[in-house]
């Protein structure tokens, strides 16, 4: 008989972490379903809508002008952020239940490895989903173009897509802190786990409220890419398949050294050659226009940017250099090994040779002497 597993009290702690995914979606549909009665649809849009909307007229085709909507970053923006960190919560339960667990049961992976390898398939979808977004968005507002980063400043006029794009960043980077409970993570990991996550939010808030989105979305599209291609490695290697994530690697390296070097780049060209050049009577600080273009503010930008790059990449040369420590010693453990092997194998080779010369000496002697040596 198989013992039934206790169902824990209902409110308790292991009650909400067991079933926090059900909870949340069930807040959420309360959200949802009042969008359908008139009472509070007003309120529920205030959640699930995106707000801060104008019209603007604009040239469609050659003498074609059209209202279009545009979106712009305010304070309703913050029941908006909630409303899809919950969705950000029920979809990382999810990809959890339906995808990693089943594939960790196939890969019979340990405690650690088991939560390295969820923490990366997180990732990797999440980035995965960013950079299609964020490629097609590129394409869509035509920011292929380097000068497209600063002209025009302030960016206040987003499009749909561009504005949903910096609220979900936003959400899920705020959903981890949730998930350090859910997930019952150690208290040991919860710095490393807390420090990007507000780095992430830091850095994402700061480009929407001060509109250098433009310059954020490059810059998290090319962070994006180095780091999918991070996990992707993670997780073939926790898999086994070690012959294609040790090239992966090598370009994954190879990535990330470019993406820091691309973001110091783009930074500097935007916030000290490009946002400068706007006249003198246009940067100043504008706070209902929406204008932040003031040397100060620029200033600190271009410091804060090239000082993450920096930290991330002096992080990066000492993982570089700590792998390369760990692997000296299984080298030298390696050639200590060889090198007893090689030491027993001439002994044994001069044991052989001294036997036979030994017996060659007896063979020479006469008959007789021969007797008394084996009589002996």
Known sequence: ?????????????????????????????????????QVSTPLASVFIVMHHNTTAPVEVQPGVIQDLTFYTAGLKDIPAVFFYLLISVVMHAIIQEYLLDKVNKKLHLSKVKYGKFNESGQLLAFYLVSLVWGGDLLLRENILNVASLWEGYPHNNMTFLFKFFFIIQISYWLHIFPELYFQK??????????????????????????????????????????????????????????????????????LFVLARLSSVILAVLT????????????????????????????????????????????????????????????????SSSASKTRKTEQEKAKARKLRKEQDDRESDLPEVDQDAKKSK
């Open 1 to 37: 008989m198989k013992k039934k597993t206790k169902t824990p009290p209902v409110l308790s702690h292991e009650f909400v972490i067991q079933n926090h995914a059900d909870i949340v979606a069930c807040l959420a549909m309360v959200f949802v379903v009042g969008l359908m009665f």
């Open 185 to 254: 993570v150690k208290k040991e990991e919860m710095p490393a786990k807390i420090q990007y996550a507000v780095l992430y939010l830091a850095f994402i808030g700061a480009s929407y409220v001060f509109r250098f989105t433009r310059l954020s979305l490059v810059l998290l599209v090319i962070h994006y890419l180095a780091e999918a291609v991070f996990h992707l490695c993670r997780l073939l290697a926790y898999a086994e398949k070690t012959s294609i994530s040790s090239k992966l690697f090598k370009l994954g390296d190879l």
């Open 271 to 334: 916030f000290w050659f490009g946002l400068s050049k706007v006249p003198a009577e246009q940067q100043v600080l504008d706070i209902p226009a929406g204008n932040f273009n003031t040397g100060l503010l620029r200033l600190n930008s271009l410091v804060a940017v090239c000082l993450l790059q920096a930290w991330l990449m002096w992080n990066w040369i000492m993982f570089q250099v700590k792998r390369m420590r760990e692997a000296k010693p299984t080298t030298s453990s390696s």
